[in-house]
T-cell receptor
Framework: TQLLEQSPQFLSIQEGENLTVYCNSSSVFSSLQWYRQEPGEGPVLLVTVVTGGEVKKLKRLTFQFGDARKDSSLHITAAQPGDTGLYLCAGALARGSARQLTFGSGTQLTVLP | DAGVIQSPRHEVTEMGQEVTLRCKPISGHDYLFWYRQTMMRGLELLIYFNNNVPIDDSGMPEDRFSAKMPNASFSTLKIQPSEPRDSAVYFC????????????????FGPGTRLTVL
């Protein structure tokens, strides 16, 4: 059982559609990060959220940290083919090392032109 | 900066052989992490170092796996003997302590080593 559950696992949509990816846990996190990974490369950080209820925007991407700091969501508006990739959430447990990240299972997003 | 450098990028070996994966972190970063990524289990932390000292190796699957960091600019992950179930992509990542007062930091990943054990 994954400590961080992501849903959906796979998502295939048409260019211009909106989508939301979820990252859920029963554990509390001191911070949560979202990474994007492209084939043949390592994950690259998109954003870090640290305060319960925090919302951050990165162009067409909106990230939210749950009030209880147990979950997060990533919303993409008007998806483009360049958004295709594996999206990973990663959290630092509130009761663990701040340096150690636990990664979610990932959401493979495909945006069709 | 060249980013995190890993070698080799691809490794194909036979069961029972020793495999050594190499990593050069970003200069000035004092944390180094080794991860393994598979379709079944996703991205798993194997071990991490701070200032060349192993901090947590609880993710290392078994005694066949070992990691060293002899200096701030080099780390190795060794599998001896290798088994087919070790086939995966192995990532190295490095990070700084973060800004003053913060408890989080960005991890910078290398391109990974794709290991296939036949």
């Amino acid at each position: 059982t994954q400590l961080l559950e992501q849903s959906p696992q796979f998502l295939s949509i048409q260019e211009g559609e909106n989508l939301t990816v979820y990252c859920n846990s029963s554990s509390v996190f001191s911070s949560l990060q979202w990474y994007r990974q492209e084939p043949g490369e390592g994950p690259v950080l998109l954003v870090t959220v640290v305060t319960g209820g925090e919302v951050k925007k990165l162009k067409r991407l909106t990230f939210q940290f749950g009030d209880a700091r147990k979950d997060s969501s990533l919303h993409i508006t008007a998806a483009q083919p360049g958004d295709t990739g594996l999206y990973l959430c990663a959290g630092a447990l509130a009761r663990g090392s701040a340096r150690q990240l636990t990664f979610g299972s990932g959401t493979q997003l495909t945006v069709l032109p | 900066d060249a980013g995190v450098i890993q070698s080799p990028r691809h490794e194909v070996t036979e069961m029972g052989q020793e495999v050594t994966l190499r990593c050069k972190p970003i200069s000035g970063h004092d944390y180094l992490f080794w991860y393994r990524q598979t379709m079944m289990r996703g991205l798993e932390l194997l071990i991490y170092f701070n200032n060349n000292v192993p901090i947590d190796d609880s993710g290392m699957p078994e005694d066949r796996f070992s990691a060293k960091m002899p200096n701030a600019s080099f780390s190795t992950l060794k599998i001896q003997p290798s088994e087919p179930r070790d086939s995966a992509v192995y990532f190295c990542a490095s990070s700084t302590p973060g800004t003053s007062g913060s408890s989080y930091n960005e991890q910078f990943f290398g391109p990974g080593t794709r290991l296939t054990v036949l």
